[in-house]
């Protein structure tokens, strides 16, 4: 048992993302717990503490919700100017997350929930944890965010990449001001590198408040160990739900799927440079290419993609991704930077959906050929693998090779049952 003994019966998730949809990878990743909690406990011995904006209108979920207050500009800009440079030395993303109100309320939730186990979603909300009386906890980092920023330094070095967007996600929480100031190569360049320093800091000191911390990729598992000495941070990845179709309609045609939000500074990245350098050699080989961009802010792509003409067609956001990915012929995801793992390759695999990436665009599921994944760093190497992926006979044995993948690894019957494990649930897994 990795957590302290004693029976699971409730639960609570404390998280600053919204569960719902599942839109993007993070919600996904989110859902998949609960799912997994509810199925476990009962949906009414589950519980989420969302850090949001309360006057939000949102879907009726199964499990209780409670939404907390967010920090307002005011505190943000309160927490940033004080807690960057004094005791604790937060992280930017975690003092622009923090408030001696939210902590009351916090507090209060937390005691009249009384749940058996904790869930904490990253070090953002973690950050509270630590001010808190000690209970069973478990802390979601999700991945190391120092290990995020370091790649995109080094992307940055390598060829004066301008990151669009450098803090992702996060950097619609900062106050206006400031989310316009990080938007400069001037000013997110330097940041990033506090921001790495600061981050590194806070999850190194993880182990020491949770009885368990938890990451998605194995590499960055080992490496957290390394820094701290710590023998309580494992791996767990995530837990799609199985779609519903997985029989596939691929009919031959060259049409590939890029799938991820393009706020998401990897997703982003990774298109651009795929869509500047790769024009010439993919059309070499695959002349009738075409790519279809499907998540969040897909529907404003790259000005790289004008070139491309009507090859590139942008989706938006699809609230059922079983027809889209299921007529395709592969998954393309050409990523350069990140952390983490690949949900966007799990969902793909799920679906027998061969996988053409970089070595960046399938980090941390340990995936190859054998998989249904192949890789190349190159324009010219990822040429051919696409034209191989749009053979109709190489298409289909690694098409098998995905799915069969998918059900020996990472299937829920598979996941479910680290889960239960980490979490010391009880329970046969469904």
């Given at each position: 048992?990795?957590?302290?003994?004693?029976?699971?019966?409730?639960?609570?998730?404390?998280?600053?993302?919204?569960?719902?949809?599942?839109?993007?990878?993070?919600?996904?990743?989110?859902?998949?717990?609960?799912?997994?909690?509810?199925?476990?406990?009962?949906?009414?011995?589950?519980?989420?503490?969302?850090?949001?904006?309360?006057?939000?209108?949102?879907?009726?979920?199964?499990?209780?919700?409670?939404?907390?207050?967010?920090?307002?500009?005011?505190?943000?800009?309160?927490?940033?100017?004080?807690?960057?440079?004094?005791?604790?030395?937060?992280?930017?993303?975690?003092?622009?997350?923090?408030?001696?109100?939210?902590?009351?309320?916090?507090?209060?939730?937390?005691?009249?929930?009384?749940?058996?186990?904790?869930?904490?979603?990253?070090?953002?909300?973690?950050?509270?944890?630590?001010?808190?009386?000690?209970?069973?906890?478990?802390?979601?980092?999700?991945?190391?965010?120092?290990?995020?920023?370091?790649?995109?330094?080094?992307?940055?070095?390598?060829?004066?990449?301008?990151?669009?967007?450098?803090?992702?996600?996060?950097?619609?929480?900062?106050?206006?001001?400031?989310?316009?100031?990080?938007?400069?190569?001037?000013?997110?360049?330097?940041?990033?590198?506090?921001?790495?320093?600061?981050?590194?800091?806070?999850?190194?000191?993880?182990?020491?408040?949770?009885?368990?911390?938890?990451?998605?990729?194995?590499?960055?598992?080992?490496?957290?160990?390394?820094?701290?000495?710590?023998?309580?941070?494992?791996?767990?990845?995530?837990?799609?739900?199985?779609?519903?179709?997985?029989?596939?309609?691929?009919?031959?045609?060259?049409?590939?799927?890029?799938?991820?939000?393009?706020?998401?500074?990897?997703?982003?990245?990774?298109?651009?440079?795929?869509?500047?350098?790769?024009?010439?050699?993919?059309?070499?080989?695959?002349?009738?290419?075409?790519?279809?961009?499907?998540?969040?802010?897909?529907?404003?792509?790259?000005?790289?993609?004008?070139?491309?003409?009507?090859?590139?067609?942008?989706?938006?956001?699809?609230?059922?991704?079983?027809?889209?990915?299921?007529?395709?012929?592969?998954?393309?995801?050409?990523?350069?930077?990140?952390?983490?793992?690949?949900?966007?390759?799990?969902?793909a695999l799920a679906r027998g959906l061969p996988v053409v990436?970089?070595?960046?665009?399938?980090?941390?599921?340990?995936?190859?050929?054998?998989?249904?994944?192949?890789?190349?760093?190159?324009?010219?190497?990822?040429?051919?693998?696409?034209?191989?992926?749009?053979?109709?006979?190489?298409?289909?044995?690694?098409?098998?090779?995905?799915?069969?993948?998918?059900?020996?690894?990472?299937?829920?019957?598979?996941?479910?049952?680290?889960?239960?494990?980490?979490?010391?649930?009880?329970?046969?897994?469904?």
């Open positions: 048992m990795t957590v302290r003994p004693g029976r699971v019966r409730s639960a609570v998730l404390v998280t600053a993302s919204e569960p719902e949809p599942r839109s993007f990878g993070k919600q996904v990743v989110i859902g998949g717990l609960l799912d997994h909690l509810c199925a476990r406990l009962g949906a009414d011995q589950v519980h989420v503490l969302l850090i949001g904006r309360p006057q939000l209108e949102r879907r009726p979920t199964p499990y209780s919700l409670e939404v907390l207050a967010k920090p307002s500009a005011l505190e943000q800009l309160a927490a940033v100017s004080t807690r960057l440079v004094l005791p604790p030395h937060s992280s930017l993303q975690e003092a622009a997350l923090w408030s001696p109100r939210l902590l009351a309320s916090l507090s209060q939730a937390l005691a009249r929930i009384d749940a058996d186990l904790e869930i904490w979603d990253t070090m953002r909300t973690g950050q509270y944890a630590r001010a808190l009386p000690r209970r069973r906890r478990v802390l979601y980092a999700d991945d190391l965010f120092s290990k995020r920023y370091t790649s995109m330094l080094t992307r940055i070095k390598q060829d004066r990449s301008r990151v669009p967007n450098p803090l992702g996600e996060f950097q619609k929480m900062l106050p206006r001001p400031v989310r316009r100031l990080a938007a400069s190569p001037a000013v997110y360049t330097p940041l990033l590198h506090v921001e790495r320093r600061l981050a590194a800091r806070s999850e190194d000191r993880a182990p020491e408040h949770f009885d368990t911390t938890l990451l998605v990729n194995a590499e960055e598992t080992a490496e957290l160990e390394r820094r701290t000495g710590s023998r309580t941070i494992r791996t767990l990845l995530p837990l799609l739900r199985e779609p519903k179709v997985h029989q596939r309609s691929f009919d031959g045609t060259p049409t590939f799927v890029f799938l991820g939000g393009l706020d998401f500074p990897p997703n982003r990245d990774g298109l651009t440079w795929f869509l500047s350098t790769c024009r010439e050699a993919v059309l070499g080989k695959v002349p009738d290419f075409r790519l279809l961009l499907v998540g969040r802010g897909s529907e404003n792509p790259p000005p790289e993609a004008s070139a491309w003409g009507d090859r590139v067609t942008p989706l938006g956001w699809v609230e059922d991704l079983d027809a889209v990915l299921g007529s395709a012929a592969a998954l393309l995801s050409p990523l350069r930077i990140g952390s983490g793992t690949k949900i966007k390759v799990l969902e990436a970089t070595a960046h665009g399938v980090l941390g599921l340990s995936v190859d050929e054998e998989d249904g994944c192949v890789v190349g760093d190159d324009p010219e190497q990822l040429a051919v693998l696409l034209a191989r992926a749009a053979d109709p006979s190489s298409n289909s044995q690694l098409s098998a090779a995905a799915r069969t993948s998918w059900q020996q690894r990472f299937a829920p019957a598979v996941t479910g049952r680290a889960y239960d494990e980490v979490l010391g649930l009880t329970g046969d897994v469904g």
